[in-house]
């Protein structure tokens, strides 16, 4: 049996907003609420329809096990609050306990992305970066957990 089409629905929001919100992070800084809002309740209302009130309450655990270290570093201006409602959809789209594994693979390819972007800087003479853009490994993050983590949806 396949991935219901609720769960198909609620990846594709996922994915899109992911797509779009590297985009915006990498050309203007930001991730718009206009592309996290609306994709995390697609997500949160798709899971429900497909799993009920045990779906929602594993999407609410994943939303704020990927969110709280997030929305620990926006509070001390790490990082921005754009980042903390993209890694919230992401948590929320693998629920729990995939939530972990997204969190484990953005941490690791935000590592990678920083050090990426200090060597860059470093081979044009420049002084380390001002900005990452987080966003871009929170994309790479949750589409690796997706593809490598078992059983994250289905």
């Not at 420049?126 to 790479?140: C, E, F, L, M, W």
Request: glycine content about 12%; aromatic content about 10%; hydrophobic content about 60%.
């Amino acid at each position: 049996m396949g991935v219901p089409w609720q769960l198909q629905v609620a990846l594709a929001a996922l994915f899109l907003a992911l797509a779009i919100s590297v985009v915006t992070d990498l050309r203007s800084r930001l991730i718009y609420n206009l592309v996290t809002f609306p994709a995390l309740a697609v997500v949160l209302v798709c899971f429900t329809w497909a799993g009920g009130s045990e779906a929602l309450f594993d999407c609410l655990i994943g939303l704020a096990v990927c969110a709280g270290p997030l929305l620990l570093g926006s509070l001390r201006g790490a990082i921005g609050m754009g980042d903390v409602k993209l890694m919230a959809l992401a948590g929320a789209a693998a629920g729990w306990p995939g939530s972990l594994a997204v969190l484990v693979y953005v941490s690791l390819a935000g590592g990678l992305q920083a050090l990426m972007w200090l060597v860059a800087a470093k081979l044009r003479g420049q002084d380390r970066p001002k900005y990452v853009p987080y966003g871009v490994a929170i994309a790479a993050g949750t589409a690796a957990a997706f593809f490598w983590a078992e059983k994250l949806v289905g």
